[in-house]
């Protein structure tokens, strides 16, 4: 069975500091990999997907299938950072079931 | 920009009650979900649909549960008869799927309250 494991649930920081939250996934197939983020008060949202390879808001993730990771990064963290961040894993083309971490809140001081 | 709406916000119901949740999807798309997530635990998948029926469900989508689209906006999660467990946020997502699969578009949630 496919699984996302996020081990961090808060990572604090303070801004302008690098900011990794890490994923790891299980799947013996080829999976596609997301990160969602959710801001207080908004509602889950597409951040970022490893088939794009594009930085957003500065984020970046790169899907290392040797390691079954796919961690995000980002090299200044700003405050408008913080959020709760969800990776999730799609087992690929054709399915529909999105599987999440329990996520990682990522809080950015001044 | 359209947005996933979800009704109610907020429902608090007894337990064996039935209860209806309520989705309008972003117009255009054609696949939808519900997901719902307990207090401090992840999101969940609950169920996928396509073409007026269901594509995709997990375990946790038992007998208790059902999905209709009854016009053409409206998709909606029927729980029967409603336990303690059933207490969390109910997210409602859509997506056009095609090239962009795995992009969802959320909705706000509800959250169901079971007492």
């Known amino acids: 069975a496919q699984r996302v494991t996020q081990p961090e649930k808060l990572l604090s920081v303070f801004k302008g500091a690098p900011v990794e939250l890490k994923c790891n996934y299980s799947?013996?197939?080829?999976?596609?990999l997301f990160w969602y983020v959710q801001y207080s008060r908004q509602r889950l949202q597409l951040l970022l997907r490893h088939i794009s390879r594009e930085s957003i808001k500065g984020f970046t993730a790169d899907l290392n299938k040797g390691e079954t990771s796919f961690h995000l990064k980002k090299p200044f963290a700003q405050e408008e950072d913080s959020a709760m961040y969800y990776c999730a894993l799609l087992r690929g083309a054709g399915f529909q079931k999105l599987v999440f971490g329990t996520g990682t809140r990522l809080l950015v001081s001044p | 920009e359209p947005e996933v709406t979800q009704t109610p916000s907020h429902q608090v119901t007894q337990m064996g009650q039935e209860v209806i949740l309520r989705c309008v999807p972003i117009?255009?798309?054609?696949?939808f979900y519900w997901y719902r997530q307990i207090l401090g635990q992840k999101v969940e998948f609950l169920v996928s649909?396509?073409?007026?029926?269901?594509?995709?469900k997990s375990e946790i989508f038992d007998d208790q549960f059902s999905v209709e689209r009854p016009d053409g906006s409206n998709f909606t999660l029927k729980i029967r008869s409603t336990k303690l467990e059933d207490s969390a946020m109910y997210f409602c997502?859509?997506?056009?799927?095609?090239?962009?699969?795995?992009?969802?578009?959320f909705g706000e949630g509800s959250r169901l309250t079971v007492l």
């Open positions: 997502a859509s997506s056009d799927y095609g090239q962009r699969a795995g992009e969802l578009f």
């Open positions: 117009s255009n798309h054609l696949y």
């Open positions: 799947y013996s197939g080829s999976p596609e």
């Open positions: 649909f396509y073409n007026n029926e269901i594509s995709e």
